[in-house]
């Protein structure tokens, strides 16, 4: 059972287009596991759909609709290209969130690194630079170093479960730590825990040793 | 329809989804024709609105195309249970606008290969409307919106309209994010009634 979702700050920066696009994947990662979230994005759409008719119109150019008859003329696709797509082959875990799967699919050469005892990291490439996405892996039992962070930390579990101080955390929890909120993050006795995150690129690093310090400041935007 | 005013036709919602499903299922063109009248003005309102040094203004004829070429294409799988026509042809805009975003951003930073459809992943909207009431409600929508406090329509038209981040619409008006936060909230919170009940609480 979920228990820890996005608020609906976030859910409606995400309905409307304007939330970051590293965010937009840990949020529809996050969707695919959650129905409430789910209902909540379908009622905000309609808020937007609703609010269509306050846009102030403006008349497209004249030719516009013209070309656009022109072009579907030329087109016409079959039926095949409109359903959906089967996902692509490649490294892929049955379970995963489909838009990770995808991800991996396009992260080939996975580069595990070891942060600390217990934690080991891994960047992906996802076409953006405001934040980083990284699964992280803690060995069960064990503790992450106490941490801060520059900006904005969202946790997504996958598999296993994690507490710190403010709760414990099961798949499909959508964890958000805002800076300021140190946190120490325990893997659970029984399992290894498997997260996707993303952290935002702090505003500035202050010092190199607070970076040394820091496991989850280790940043590479990509 | 009266081209000129074009917005005057989309109180008449049903006419609409109407519309949008022979498109879907015949592929009139006739009917998308009509569709397009309805839809492109707002549309490229939509797009004027939204402008921003990553999306220009140019781009708006631009976004028109798109987003009518994308109705044409998706049509078929337009499931009036689920929501109206102003609503998906809500989503497929936005959908197309963070596309139209995305391509400048993909050329700096590389593509990871995920785009707007596995993002707003459309296949998996399996849960039908559970009130059908819900659907009639959408069309009050514009007239509540006219009620609400002039500082959370303002909120909600950066969300809504200008496809703002809250920490965008602080940075533009100046308002501490967190009094942004809340006011999104709590217009988010009448509008939601009001689509629930029909009433404006």
Redesign the interface.
Known sequence: MIQHHPD??LL??F???????GL??LV?AH??KC?SC??KI????????????????????PD??A???A??DGEA?S?A??L?QPP?AGPRQAGYP??LN??L???PAMKWQRISRGLRACR??????RYEICLHHITRGQQVHQHDHGGLEITLVLQGSFSDAQGIYHAGDFVTRHPGQVHRPTASQNEDCLCLSAVEAPAQLTSIFGRLLNPFLRFR?? | MNTSSPASGIARDDSLSLLLMRVGQTRDKQAFAELFRSYAPLIKGFAISHANSQFPVQAADELVQEVMLKVWLKAPSFEPTKSSANTWVYTVMRNCRVDLMRRSSRRDFGDSGINVEDIWDEAQDNHPLTQLQQSRNEALIGAGFKQLPDEQKQALTYVYMHGKSHSEIAAETGLPLGTVKSRVRMGLMRMQTLLKTGEMP
């Open positions: 609906d700050n409606v920066e309905a409307s287009g304007g939330l970051a696009w937009c994947l529809s969707l695919e129905h789910k209902l379908q009622m905000q759409e309609r808020i937007g759909g609703g609010l269509l008719c306050q846009l102030a119109a403006a008349e497209p150019a516009s609709l070309t656009l008859l072009k579907i696709p039926p290209t409109l959906p692509p489909r838009v995808k991800l699919h396009h992260n992906l490439i996802t076409g953006q630079q935007p990509a």
